[in-house]
């Protein structure tokens, strides 16, 4: 299974998926996603088609079910269909032992990184990593049973070209890197040679990594990549056009155009523009000295910058010094690198290692330390499994949750448990405010309820210094999608810790979001599905009795006929249905008291999306299957139990 964070999280080739995948990004960092059924009444500030008084959730139920269902024969029919799809998930032993076996939810003691999936990208980095001085993973031999797993998927997966061979590369070179040869060489040679494009490059002409990759992998399966003659004659262009100029913008694309050069046995220095090129890198080089320059470079430039200055052999003591003190700008407490997070990642500690190979400086042990704190038992390495990630934290929560709804032994449930417990009492040592972030304190604060753990004095004590402050802020802050995506988190935590915002603060927050409204009743600047979803839920959880149909009829306009929710954006609609996007519309409609337009299609929507091998998948047919998707699968299926699909 992949993790998806997640569905991470996470660039992509085309309008749909840009805007997709940041809703997934979103969505997998928690940030206002579950769900809270402690509403309070708060008077209308702004006039709505109709209006709900305070009720229980169940009498709000029981008036729905009187007044939209007309035909007793529909009724029955949608009854049907919940049983149905309760039947599906509830009632199946082989899928739910499936999905606890895939989540990994009890075959290890402690809720360790054992019940994180393996990624193919991050087990390429850090062995890569390792490999540079001569390190391995601690256990090689499962690492190899999952990288040969992954070699054997692969050269049958249906993906686009351009993802199907950055994960070819990952594993064959990860399978290289450890010693041994990858299988299936044949085919996976012909795969990639078909999705060469017409002038011997892969992939967008003007990006050099995928034609990177691909004669990468090709080389480490064996075939002759100095007779791709279309390819050198292509490379050989690209080079000599960027030898012309160069500055730190270009040093990126300049070294990996001479990677891909030197795999292909040709020799930049050859080139005429070559001596141009030599001067300009001089000049760079006295720019970094004069330290003008390192402040100004991210991590990944700094890397190929020193591999420019090491191919030309202008690797001096004094430059090795500022590269080394410009290094640690990017190191994080953690002990990993980064150039955006504030935790480790494997591609920015890669970059790292690469630079400490280059200037033949051994690397703090910190970071050996923290590359092996990501290998898992059962072979492979996983993405964030550290104090700092945010996808770490959500997943337990996403864990913890799965594992009440599917019934997990108690072993396993005090596994979980007492690897929770190990977080708050971390938290509770090492409080500082840049660790404990809203999005990891809403799903810690989750995870413990789900599993039936209290928080302790001092633990409430700390989270409710933290939210004084977090409040005054979002007091301050004027609408707008900053305000939607920041309040969710904030109000699920007031409700299960038991504090309330105090009336005039929760009053202006309200009128803040209100404001954020459009004429065609979606949130945000937008006027997008998500935002304005997530608003819905926010209105909510701060007892705000929000209801109109003009935004009801903005949500229900994203359900395709098949029954999902895709994103919609003013009144353009897309056409994949995903997982988190048809969780975030079911449950703000669940909120206005009312249903998807297409209640059965819904259904079967989900229960399609149900992976025989366990979990629950992104959208019906994917592969894609993780906790977060399991976990919003889920949702959606408690939300149908709770509204009754016969209103």
Known sequence: MKQTTKMRIIVVFTILLVTLMLSYTELHNKSYIRASNNHHEYPNTIVHTSSLTTKSKESKIQHAATTTIDHKDKAKMLKELERRAELSFMNDKAWINNTIRLLRLGRYKGFDESLLTPSLYATYHYIA????FNMYPRNVNKTLNYLYAMNKKYFNDKNTPLPLITKIFYGVESIKLLGYEPEYKEILIDKILSYMNNDGSWGNSSELVFTYYAIKALRDLGYNVTKLNKTRRFIRLELRGLLIS???????????????????GINPTSFPEYKGFLKQLKNLKVELLRGNLDKELYLSQLRDLTYLLFKAHLLDHKVKLVILESLKRWKKGDGGFSELADYG???????????YKMLNSTPPKTVIRFIYMHELPDGGFVNDMNYNSNLDMCSIADVAYIARV?????????YIARYINSWLHFVEQNYKPSLLTLNRLSCLVEAANDIGIRLSTNQLLLVKNLLQNTIIHMASMQGGDELIIYVYPIARILNKINLTIPKQI???????????????????????????????IDLHELGYNYRDNTTISFIRGAQLPNGGFTMRIANRVYNMSLMPLTYLAVKALYEMNTTPANTSALINWLISCKHKEGGISLFPGSSEVSDATTYWGLKILEIIRQMGVTR
Do not use: C, Q, W, Y
Not at 129 to 132: D, I
């Open 129 to 132: 990593s390792l490999a540079l």
């Open 246 to 264: 160069l500055n730190k913008d270009d040093v990126s694309a300049v070294a990996l155009a001479f990677r891909i050069a030197e795999l292909l």
């Open 345 to 355: 990642t494997p591609i920015g500690t890669h970059n790292a290692m690469e630079i």
């Open 406 to 414: 599917l019934g997990v032994s108690k072993e396993a449930r005090d």
């Open 506 to 536: 929760r009053k202006k927050i309200i009128s803040a979001l209100l404001s954020s409204r459009n004429p065609d009743g979606s949130f945000g600047s937008g006027h997008r599905l998500d935002l304005t979803a997530i608003a819905v």
